[in-house]
Structure formats: C-alpha cells, structure tokens
C-alpha cells in the first residue's frame, strides 16, 4: 500500500538552529514528492517538489529536500531557523499511476524558540 | 500569486442540516479537488473533478456529498445531512493541469463545525 509518514507531529528548534524534518513514503512506483507549508488561518503553500532530475530541490524561504531513493526518504531541511519559520508542514506524494490525488502525512508543527 | 478562495471561512451548523461550501478556483485551471481534515489528522482526498464530472472520489465522499461547478468560476461541495463526524477544515484546490507533477493550489479552507 502507498503512504506517506512524518516522524515527530511537533519538533522545537531554537532561533537559527538547523531544522529537519521528517518525511518517508512507501511505494513501489516512482513518486513525485511535495512539502507545503500551512501558517496560521492560512491555506496550504508550495515550499518545493521533486519530480525527476537533481535529487537536491530547493524551495522557497531557504528550504530545501532531498530525494533518497535507497531510504524511500524526503526530508525537509534549512540551515538557520527564524521565527517566521513557525508554522505546520505537511509532506505529499502523488504516483504516476494515481495523479488525481495527493497522500499526505500527518503533518510536522514547528515551533521556533527565540 | 494568483490564489484560491474559499468561503466562508468559518460554518457552524446543526447536525442533519445541508452546507455548501464554495470556492473560487484560479481562473486558468482546470482541475479541481476538495480535501478534508480533521483536527489532529491527515488531510485526506475527497474528491477530484475535471471537465463537469468527477475524475475521482475516495471512499469518504459518500452519497451525502456532491460536488458542482454551477458557472465559470465556482466550485461548490455539497453535504446533504451533515454529521457530527463531517466536522473538519475543508480544503479546495485547482490545479491548471492535472500532470503528476504538477501541484496543487490550495484555498484557506473553510472550517466547518457541526453540532
């Protein structure tokens, strides 16, 4: 069965720390990989995807993942956490074989100390 | 960037009675889809719809649901008799194609309460 998992539904960092999260999927088709961001009373933002090519994806607000294949693993990371960081971020997988739907994981809420 | 919209942003209603949930998609698109969830839970697939017909539903859009693009430019979701398990944010998305790896534009949701 397809599904997405993200390891730790809070993480904590301090101001300027380095953030990681979590994000593995089990498939036995190629995925295209999604994390969005959802602030608060906000709907749900594009960071970055992976589809084919460099494994390495850059996204917006100094985020960037990378595809494992080896790991079936996606994680989210930024070097420096800032306080806008704060909010909820979910990971999403669509297969080739179903594109009509994103799955999502349970979602990851990061809480920036300052 | 151009946006989805969804209102209203909050319902509160009693249980068995109807909501419409409506939402703007961005002007360009054609694919459309609605996504739940409740609080504490995964956001979960409803439904996918393109050229005036569902493309996909899951198991939880149910005969209760129903889903229409009444003109141009809205995209509504229908739940005739609303449970108490119905409540969750809902979200509406559109994307302009519906390429697997394309993504997905998403509403703000709209917060539904039943009571």
């Known amino acids: 069965a397809q599904s997405v998992t993200q390891l730790g539904s809070h993480v904590s960092v301090s101001e300027g720390a380095l953030v990681l999260l979590r994000c593995n999927y089990s498939s036995s088709v190629p995925p295209y990989l999604f994390w969005y961001v959802q602030y608060p009373n906000q709907g749900l933002q594009l960071l970055l995807k992976y589809t084919t090519g460099a494994t390495l994806v850059k996204g917006i607000n100094g985020f960037e993942a990378e595809f494992k294949k080896s790991e079936t693993s996606f994680h989210l990371t930024k070097p420096s956490a800032h306080m806008s960081d704060a909010a909820e971020y979910f990971c999403a997988v669509r297969w080739g074989n179903n594109f009509n739907k994103f799955y999502f994981g349970s979602g990851t809420k990061l809480n920036v100390k300052p | 960037e151009p946006e989805v919209t969804q209102t209203p942003s909050h319902q509160v209603t009693q249980m068995g009675q109807e909501v419409i949930l409506r939402c703007v998609p961005i002007?360009?698109?054609?694919?459309f889809y609605w996504y739940r969830q409740i609080l504490g839970q995964k956001v979960e697939f409803l439904v996918s719809f393109y050229n005036n017909e569902i493309s996909e539903k899951s198991e939880i859009f149910d005969d209760q649901f129903s889903v229409e693009r009444p003109d141009g430019s809205n995209f509504t979701l229908k739940i005739r008799s609303t449970k108490l398990e119905d409540s969750a944010m809902y979200f509406c998305a559109s994307s302009e194609a519906g390429a697997p790896n394309e993504k997905l534009f998403f509403g703000s949701g709209t917060q539904l309460s039943v009571l």
């Open positions: 002007s360009n698109h054609l694919y």
